[in-house]
């Protein structure tokens, strides 16, 4: 599904990933760890064609729908039509876009993309409500505008409801975890485990193991320096957890 | 005998001028001839006065204006589209009101509407009254000039306790003119004790020919009365508006007040609200979209002058092409205002790359015990707001206009009346196509 091969990336001309190589397949799940600063936000806003970071080598190849794609270059709305979902770290406040609206519009874009027609205004509002039931959230919800004056909970639940409503193929999600109290974190694991398919894949950002107890990884990598250092099992995790990331990049 | 020179040069002045005199008596011609004599006065002004310096009005002081010889709407399958069966209408052509487009009859219990001149005909002091005890703004040339030249006007009169249910729309159109003509549309409202009326007063014309319009609004609130007042101005791209208003706010009295300013070449308004009784809630709101080589100035004060009083004000501007705002919020807290609550935000979204903002909040506090803030923003359209709409499948011009849509109706939610949202809204569209969805 997706071939991340010997990236280089950077921002305002200084390089952060330094030729990562990375391969998901369909039906994976996969965490990428690393401390602070390793490259790790970095990475998902590449892979989701954020403007401001600049690809200076290697590829991202991704393979959806029959289709084979190459996301370099792509625009972040074209990336996320074709089924790649980034769950923000920071979800971004829009004032004034009710939630919505911003909802209907974003899944109505795919419906044209595909071909297919627009749902009807008071099914897709029944679509959503049954998301929303998944994320315990509240009904009054739909009317306030995007993420303006949420808690931190609510933004994290917020990105797994568009997560929901979109149906990604390859989702990321960045530090989903943080900021989050242990009853809305299985709130929102849950979410996305029931969103987990044979066809579509996640990539799981997270500085702590504490997520990846309630969304179980296939393959752990850790993240240094712009470099995967390691890439093993999901007993990686409980090794992190247990002895921190110091023996892993000092060799 | 030499022609005395006039601040503003128009045309058959003198003969104009002693017409109304000969047709005024008592207060009003008093009234008239002082006004007439400051006007004279006076020179008009310019950039070099503080309260004008980036709002330059040679273009109008260098013009030739004619009066208005005839005062019937030309134009009125847009007027038709404009005005709605549900209001009550108080229609006014070149500032003469004209009773065959309005409703004045059968109006409600405790509405009184009529012309400016059969309600001092019938000896009404209460336009005395209020007119004498209001100070002028900032832009005194244009009051008096107004005082001394209007023609007729609008009174609207809600007698105390009374609750107006529909919403009253005063309308000035402007039709029918020569080019470079001036007029000067007069409005005065006054809300009884305890009170409560929407109004919404309308400036417009669908002809495209140049003009002044120097428009004047006296707004009398008594104690515990509830007002919505909207004013709108959606003018011909040839027009000029120099504005007036005026709002005097009693004890414990309530100002829901919008000023929407969307058409036009130069607009200028000057609203003043006095607070002249104690625990008064006052809300100042505005939006001005503009676009082309557009000019929007917006002078306004809050002048508190009794303790235990609130206030919220928020201004926001969308800008596209060369258009131009300015923003001046005055607040003016006296010593004896004690426990004031004074906010005031002035937000602009600049879509076109050559627009310009001047804003100035102005806040003089005499009180010590207040909580007095403010703010101003300018900005483009935020890119990581855009980067995070097109992250969930949006393209980027649907994105930008999802943005300044919500930009807009942030604001315009604020505003209570279904009928003047929905007005305001169908304007916004025609002139902003960019933000339907």
């Known amino acids: 599904m997706l071939e991340i091969k010997d990236l280089h990336a950077g921002i305002e001309g200084k390089e952060i990933l330094k030729g990562i190589s990375l391969t998901v397949n369909a039906g994976e799940v996969h965490a990428i760890m690393g401390p602070n600063g390793s490259g790790k936000s970095t990475l998902s806003k590449v892979l989701a064609g954020h403007p401001q970071y600049e690809v200076t080598g290697g590829s991202i190849a991704y393979e959806a729908n029959f289709k084979k794609l190459e996301l370099t270059g792509m625009e972040p709305d074209q990336r996320a039509r074709e089924g790649i979902f980034l769950a923000f770290q920071y979800p971004v406040e829009i004032p004034g876009v009710s939630s919505s609206v911003f909802l209907r519009a974003a899944f109505n874009a795919i419906c044209r993309h595909q071909g297919a027609e627009e749902m009807d205004p008071i099914d897709f509002d029944k679509y959503v409500r049954e998301k929303m039931k998944l994320l315990q959230m509240d009904d009054k919800f739909l009317d306030r505008p995007v993420n303006v004056d949420f808690s931190g909970g609510e933004k994290k639940r917020n990105e797994i409801l568009q997560m929901a409503v979109l149906n990604p193929r390859l989702a990321v999600l960045d530090e989903t975890d943080s900021g989050l109290d242990i009853d809305s974190m299985k709130i929102v694991a849950e979410g996305v485990n029931k969103l987990r398919r044979k066809d579509n894949a996640v990539i799981v950002i997270t500085h702590y193991q504490r997520l990846l107890n309630y969304i179980q990884p296939d393959f752990v990598h850790i993240l240094y320096d712009g470099k995967i250092v390691r890439s093993e099992g999901r007993e990686l995790a409980l090794e992190v957890e247990n002895r921190g990331y110091d023996w892993l990049i000092k060799r | 005998m030499t022609q005395q020179q006039m601040p503003l040069n128009i045309e058959g002045l003198q003969e104009y001028q002693s017409k109304l005199s000969g047709n005024s008596n008592g207060w009003l011609k008093t009234f008239r001839q002082k006004s007439f004599d400051q006007w004279s006065a006076e020179p008009m002004p ?328 403010h703010g101003a923003t300018i900005g483009q359209l935020n890119e990581e707001e855009i980067f995070y709409l097109q992250s969930r499948c949006i393209p980027r011009p649907t994105a930008i206009q999802l943005m300044s849509k919500g930009f807009i109706d942030d604001i315009i939610n604020t505003i209570k009346s279904d009928s003047i949202r929905a007005k305001l809204g169908r304007l916004l569209l025609k002139k902003f196509p960019e933000i339907k969805l």
Not at chain 2, 184 to 189: A, G, L, M, V
Not at chain 2, 253 to 278: A, H, M, P, Q
């Open chain 2, 46 to 373: 310019t950039p070099k006065d503080e309260e004008w310096k980036y709002t330059s009005l040679a273009d109008v002081i260098n013009r030739r204006f004619q009066l208005a010889r005839r005062h019937q709407l030309v134009e009125d399958r847009q007027f038709e589209n404009y005005r709605s069966r549900a209001d009550i209408n108080v229609v006014l052509v070149n500032g003469v009101l004209w009773g065959e487009l309005s409703n004045l009859k059968d109006l409600p219990p405790g509405l009184k509407i009529s012309s400016f001149n059969e309600a001092l005909g019938h000896g009404s002091d209460e336009i005395r009254d209020t007119v004498s005890k209001l100070t002028p703004n900032d832009s005194k040339p244009f009051l008096w000039m107004n005082q001394a030249l209007f023609l007729d006007g609008a009174f609207i009169r809600v007698m105390p306790e009374a609750e107006i249910g529909p919403l009253v729309h005063i309308i000035h159109v402007t039709s029918g003119i020569l080019p470079d003509t001036v007029v000067f549309p007069r409005t005065f409202i006054s809300v009884g004790e305890s009170a409560s009326v929407d109004i919404l007063e309308s400036h417009i014309s669908f002809e495209p020919v140049s003009y002044l319009s120097n428009a004047v609004t006296d707004i009398r609130i008594a104690a515990n009365a509830m007002v919505g007042f909207c004013k709108t101005q959606a003018e011909a791209h040839q027009a000029v508006h120099v504005g007036t208003t005026r709002i005097w706010q009693e004890a414990a009295s309530y100002l829901d007040s919008f000023s929407f300013n969307f058409g036009g070449r130069l607009v200028r308004n000057n609203l003043s609200v006095l607070i002249k009784g104690e625990a008064t809630r006052t809300v100042m709101n505005g939006l001005y979209g503009i676009d082309g080589n557009q000019h929007v100035d917006n002078h306004t004060l809050l002048d508190i002058q009794h303790p235990n009083c609130t206030s919220y004000q928020l201004y926001k501007g969308l800008l596209n092409g060369k258009s131009r705002a300015v923003f001046n919020g005055k607040i003016y807290v006296h010593a004896q205002a004690q426990k004031t609550d004074a906010y005031q935000l002035n937000k602009h979204l600049l879509l076109g790359k050559e627009a310009r903002v001047d804003t100035k909040p102005q806040l003089e506090i005499f009180a010590d015990d207040v909580k007095c803030t």
